[in-house]
């Protein structure tokens, strides 16, 4: 069961998953919020001109072909770094907060200036 923040380290992480999920929303592409959109109105319940405009806008998938360069070396990104922290704190301090992207709600006007 999910509760609100109960320790400073608890805030502290729902706070810089907030700014994690917007830093991403900031450098994504048009592409990529658009898509983002359509699968959040489709959740959210969407209608039958919902789905047309996720079919638009998302490509299909197409079939997985990893390439593989073993000089290449990829962090994770800033939201599974905080997922992670969550988790090990968690499992620490017996705290519990569900970490609902900000996607989950009205997500900003493509034109942020």
């Not at 999910?2 to 592409?29: K, N």
């Amino acid at each position: 069961m999910a509760t609100g923040p109960t320790c400073e380290e608890c805030a502290e992480i729902r706070v810089e998953y907030e700014r994690a999920c917007l830093e991403f929303w900031q450098s994504a592409s048009e592409e990529t919020r658009e898509g983002c959109r359509a699968i959040g109105q489709l959740v959210a319940g969407g209608t039958e001109g919902d789905l047309a405009r996720a079919h638009e806008v998302l490509p299909p998938f197409k079939p997985f072909k990893p390439y593989v360069n073993p000089y290449a070396y990829m962090r994770p990104s800033r939201m599974a770094e905080v997922s992670i922290r969550k988790v090990k704190h968690e499992a620490k301090s017996g705290h519990y907060q569900s970490l609902r992207p900000p996607s989950l709600r009205p997500l900003p006007p493509s034109d942020l200036s």
